[in-house]
């Protein structure tokens, strides 16, 4: 029973910690989207499923909500995607000059392959500009293409509800009204993919990928210089005054009490903490007697107690703690040390010498979830200390140069930068299979050093 209490309590944290984390950094991309005025159709806690609660924002048209799968978080920025069909543009138009329509039938209007419209269709509902339409004998929703397709609710201005506070919904079509683009098919086209990730320059795709990463440093951070300048935390007092002794042990059978003051010990004089562990020490190892003689002082008054350590060589007493807390000058300068620190252990990975290391003294998913349990046992510093510093590591491994993290897509955000013109979507879903492949053989190596430490 205790076993599977300690299952599920490592489950519950482990589950609570990384998807509040991952959440967070999704909130990042989501708000540096819409920063960027770039339309974002969902927004939720919990990983991709069709099952969710969820509310509709008013104000963006944004899908906001929770899914069971609670392993995270994503937001579905519009454009993330690289492929983009050279018969978009057209399917568009055609779209919202019918209202709705089946693909079959742009199929035949357009004179294309069913499969060709699609896939049209599919980039243009990711991008937002179009709505799936699932008539009568479709497969479920989300597993299948729809049979059909209908235009947007748009104002005069070609603006949906994804465009937020641009959108003049009083004087906007229904969802499925035709909608004369009288700008003309590629203007069209153009000023829906400038509401998208794609649409918008070097400078504003780099702001959406790191912006995940700064929201994980800038939580970690607060969450350090909150503990260390707000709640405080306990520093260990090198002294000769018990601080705690342990319930059914040597020292408590013997009558010893925190706050007592060790004087000695079988003759050795104690005056810290220190002097107390060395002299327990040399005496188990250099005495033929079991026992210690421990004059102490309480009230003023000596006194002394024979005792005999436990099989592990233990007396059952504890350092005393005091509780400090810092100045938010020092607290800031201590936080911002563990960002360099944890920064400096993500840089050792790409260092060949140094990576097995590193990884060896690494955890997964499995040893976060005991390790988080374990932290909110020991109480709110112990846990928002953990806390912060997963955050920080989050942060910082996503921004390693590896796709599909946003290190490997701001990489190739470079690349084109520098060569002026794209990388193919061939060559990156390519890269990014390398790059999952590589996490999983990661995260299997990391598994096993977990199982192995915990059995």
């Known amino acids: 029973m205790t076993a599977v209490f300690t299952f599920i309590s490592s489950l519950f944290w482990g589950v609570l910690t990384l998807s509040v984390l991952v959440f967070i950094h999704e909130l990042g991309h989501f708000l540096a989207a819409r920063a960027c005025h770039v339309r974002v159709t969902e927004f939720f806690l919990g990983m991709p499923c069709s099952k969710n609660i969820h509310v509709v924002s008013k104000r963006t048209g944004t899908k906001i909500g929770v899914t069971p799968i609670l392993l995270g978080g994503y937001a579905?920025?519009?454009?993330?995607?690289?492929?983009?069909?050279?018969?978009?543009?057209?399917?568009?138009?055609?779209?919202?000059?019918?209202?709705?329509?089946?693909?079959?039938?742009?199929?035949?209007?357009l004179g294309l392959d069913i499969e060709v419209v699609q896939e049209a269709c599919a980039q243009l509902e990711q991008w937002g500009s179009i709505a799936p339409v699932y008539l009568d004998g479709d497969g479920p929703q989300g597993r299948y293409y729809p049979s059909a397709y209908a235009a947007m609710p748009r104002d005069a201005q070609g603006y949906t509800i994804y465009d937020g506070r641009a959108f003049d919904a009083s004087h906007a079509t229904r969802q499925g009204e035709p909608w004369d683009p009288s700008m003309g098919e590629r203007a069209f086209y153009c000023a829906e993919r400038s509401h998208t990730y794609a649409g918008k320059g070097f400078p504003k795709r780099v702001f959406m990928l790191v912006a995940g990463v700064v929201m994980n440093l800038l939580l970690g951070f607060a969450l350090l210089v909150f503990v260390y300048s707000v709640i405080g935390f306990d520093v260990a007092i090198d002294s000769n005054v018990i601080g705690s002794v342990e319930e059914s042990s040597p020292a408590s059978q013997a009558g010893l009490r925190a706050g007592d003051e060790i004087v000695s010990i079988s003759d050795i004089e104690t005056d810290?903490?220190?002097?107390?562990?060395?002299?327990?020490?040399?005496?188990?190892?250099?005495?033929?007697?079991?026992?210690?003689?421990?004059?102490?002082?309480?009230?003023?008054?000596?006194?002394?107690?024979?005792?005999?350590?436990?099989?592990?060589?233990?007396?059952?007493?504890?350092?005393?703690?005091?509780?400090?807390?810092?100045?938010?000058?020092?607290?800031?300068?201590?936080?911002?040390?563990?960002?360099?620190?944890?920064?400096?252990?993500?840089?050792?990975?790409?260092?060949p010498s140094q990576t097995m290391e590193v990884l060896d003294n690494s955890t997964s998913i499995v040893g976060i979830s005991v390790i988080s349990a374990q932290a909110a046992a020991s109480g709110p510093v112990v846990y928002l200390t953990f806390a912060s510093l997963i955050s920080l590591s989050l942060g910082l491994m996503n921004l390693l140069p590896i796709p599909p993290l946003d290190g490997g897509k701001l990489l190739f955000e470079v690349f084109?930068?520098?060569?002026?013109?794209?990388?193919?979507?061939?060559?990156?879903?390519?890269?990014?299979?390398?790059?999952?492949?590589?996490?999983?053989?990661?995260?299997?190596?990391?598994?096993?050093?977990?199982?192995?430490?915990?059995?």
């Open 272 to 351: 810290s903490w220190t002097d107390i562990l060395a002299a327990i020490q040399e005496l188990s190892e250099t005495s033929d007697e079991p026992s210690f003689a421990i004059t102490f002082e309480r009230d003023g008054a000596l006194d002394t107690v024979t005792l005999s350590p436990d099989d592990d060589g233990l007396v059952g007493i504890g350092i005393m703690y005091e509780h400090r807390r810092l100045g938010v000058i020092d607290a800031i300068r201590v936080s911002a040390d563990y960002i360099y620190q944890t920064a400096s252990g993500v840089i050792q990975l790409l260092i």
């Open 76 to 109: 579905a920025i519009c454009g993330m995607e690289d492929s983009e069909s050279a018969y978009a543009p057209m399917v568009l138009s055609a779209i919202h000059r019918a209202g709705t329509i089946s693909c079959q039938r742009l199929s035949t209007e």
């Open 416 to 455: 084109q930068l520098i060569v002026r013109r794209p990388v193919p979507a061939k060559i990156k879903n390519a890269v990014s299979y390398i790059g999952i492949a590589l996490f999983l053989m990661l995260f299997v190596y990391m598994f096993q050093q977990d199982i192995a430490r915990l059995i």
